[in-house]
């Protein structure tokens, strides 16, 4: 069987997943940015962050002085927090479903008894994984376009396509390291719960190993795509490569130990 069915049937099939997840990315920049205008002009954003803890504050990567500034502001709340928490449940619930969830339920058996190789397999899901997440970044920096003039966040296009696509590259190379592990093991706990494991201790890494060590942040992925504040900078292309060259490793890997392994049976 070809790759463009495989990938064209199971995209259908994550559809209504996909449509759900952009909307929510949409509500969290309708719920977010609309209130930017009212809170800097009150100072009540300032007075808010300035009760915290400074280590809660830093363990959410916030920052007073950086959510001053419309760019800084737009970044934490949407690139940096709820935006990227629901970005990478998404990319990791579907690389976890992609190979280990079918093979569980038994998906995977009828689709590689219809004359389908398990390498096309693997490539199918990995593109739907990429076409998804795309999807998702792309309605990201549509929606925080269109709220850019009434919210008065004087945002450069290139800037919030840089952000989009730094956000993307997270979520893809998390989303990828969940569908390698369930096309290793066939285990879709395990893809998740490694998948997630790595996510925190990546952020946390970026937020808080300035602490312990500088070069500690520069570990993390969540640097590599968002430590250049790419809203104000634009597209940063060594982390983006990064990121990208991290994802094709693990689709790689997601190829080879699945045409290796043995199949459980549903």
């Not at 609309?34 to 959410?60: C, I, N, V």
């Not at 009828?110 to 990429?130: E, K, N, Q």
């Amino acid at each position: 069987m070809n790759l463009s069915p495989l990938v064209s049937r199971y995209f259908q099939d994550c559809a209504r997943g996909l449509l759900g997840w952009s909307l929510a990315m949409v509500v969290i920049c309708l719920l977010y940015l609309p209130l930017y205008p009212s809170m800097k002009q009150s100072d009540l954003l300032s007075a808010k962050l300035e009760a915290l803890p400074p280590e809660m504050l830093d363990g959410f990567g916030l920052d007073a002085l950086t959510m001053s500034n419309p760019a800084g502001y737009t970044e934490q709340t949407v690139f940096s927090m709820l935006g990227l928490l629901i970005m990478l449940i998404a990319a990791i619930g579907l690389g976890a479903r992609s190979i280990a969830g079918a093979e569980e339920s038994g998906a995977l058996e009828l689709t590689l008894a219809h004359a389908a190789g398990r390498r096309t397999v693997v490539l199918s899901r990995v593109l739907v994984l990429i076409l998804f997440i795309a999807t998702m970044a792309l309605c990201t920096a549509l929606a925080v376009a269109l709220l850019n003039g009434p919210s008065q966040l004087e945002l450069s296009g290139l800037g919030i396509l840089a952000a989009a696509a730094g956000l993307g590259m997270i979520a893809l190379l998390h989303g990828m390291l969940a569908l390698a592990l369930g096309a290793a093991t066939g285990r879709r706990g395990l893809a998740l719960a490694v998948a997630s494991s790595v996510a925190v201790l990546g952020y946390l890494a970026r937020n808080l190993g300035g602490r312990i060590a500088d070069w500690i942040p520069d570990l993390s992925p969540f640097e590599w795509g968002l430590g250049s504040h790419p809203l104000q900078t634009g597209f940063d292309w060594t982390g983006l490569g990064g990121l990208g060259a991290g994802a094709l490793l693990l689709a790689v890997i997601a190829v080879v130990t699945f045409e290796r392994r043995d199949l459980r049976a549903a």
